[in-house]
């Protein structure tokens, strides 16, 4: 889709897009391996859950045993340990290291598109993406998941996987955290690292599952997200709109130094705290059209005022002192030139900046639409 850099919600999606860009390719091995028979849970379980059924990873750098969450993810579940019976993970490397976010195997091409012939449904993602959880990694289409998986490397790597929501959670590493962290260390970073620590063997025991940690509870920053996030559409333009937020301490390591510090003196002589700086978006796009709305709001200082540096902060732009306004209906707005594809709408409402691209038909019901 177009203009993905648009918004600090595009600017966490970039980072995800480009992060999982192996996950996203599709699987086409050729190993003659079976579905599972289980079927997703009718009602998701509110906690990740298991019996106690593991899978040792025998690696060249040392063991690494999971304990499967096969009562919160049976699907998952059941398919991994199969594939660990019947060998499939036998002498096949981890293909994919990123320091800090994630390291991923399970692909016997080693490539990013390799798997069994099949792939395996989806269920509803239990848990949460902290450091220690093994998922399934998996293309953006439905049902994409085969043999690929992936290990949790930093509890800070949850928010980036967490903006998708998508990636089923099929166990936790009960020991040998540290040959993950071996493994990550012993090969340079790279989505196709070409001479991966490899997996010798599998074997299936019983663990006891630790409890699960218990959820910190929500920071002011999340809260105001989630606030923000409810003044977003779920359609528009007749299309099905997916949702994402962001705090800034979840996305602003990409940001302008200069912005940043540029909207630190606005927060302070507002009296407001610009850790409460949060982005939501939600988007969605079809081979008829696209549309991307995003809020982006410091509570407590008014949109107008944030409005210009938001804007640079969120927009592949250096400036508003040329951009148009249009009117439509009562609300006045900033058009913004974002190259080839739709153009960018701006316009403040009390303390949010909200950001609207599709094409110039659908911009007027949509704007007047939104709060």
Known sequence: MPHRRLLAAAA???????????????????RPHGPPDATPNPVPLEVPSGDGTAVRL?????????????????VASENFLNLANEGFYDDVGFHRAVPGFVLQGGDPDGTGG???E???????VVG?????IVAMARTQEPNSQGSQFFFVLDDAAEGALAAYNTYTIVGRVVEGMDVVD????????????????????????????????????????????????????????????DHAVFTLEQVGPQFDRDIIAELQAIADTNGADLGLLSIAQASGGDDEGF???????????????????LSRLLLPIT???????????????????????????????????????????????IVTALP
């Open 291 to 309: 549309v991307s709305i995003a809020a982006a709001s410091i509570p407590g200082v008014p949109g107008d005022q944030s409005l210009d540096a």
């Open 58 to 74: 025998t690696t060249e750098l040392g063991d690494v045993v999971i304990g499967l969450f096969n009562e919160s993810a049976p």
């Open 182 to 241: 071996a493994i990550v260390e012993a090969r340079e970073p790279s989505d196709q690292i070409p001479d991966p620590v490899r997996i010798l063997s599998t074997s299936v025991e019983q663990v006891e599952l630790p409890a699960e940690p218990t959820p910190e509870p929500p920071t002011a920053a999340a809260l105001a997200a989630d606030e923000l996030a409810a003044l977003l559409p779920d359609s528009a333009a007749g299309l099905d709109l």
């Open 12 to 30: 966490a999606v970039s980072l995800v897009a480009v992060a999982f860009a192996a996950p996203i390719v599709a699987q086409d091995g050729e």
């Open 118 to 124: 099949y792939r395996i449904q989806d269920e509803e």
């Open 128 to 132: 949460r993406y902290g450091r220690g």
């Open 114 to 116: 390799g798997g069994p």
């Open 319 to 365: 400036d508003l002192v040329d951009a148009p306004e249009v009117t439509f209906g009562e609300r006045t707005v900033t058009e913004v030139d974002l190259g080839d594809g739709p153009a960018g709408y701006i316009f403040p409402s009390g303390d949010v900046v909200w950001f609207v691209i599709t094409t110039a038909e659908e911009v007027e019901s």
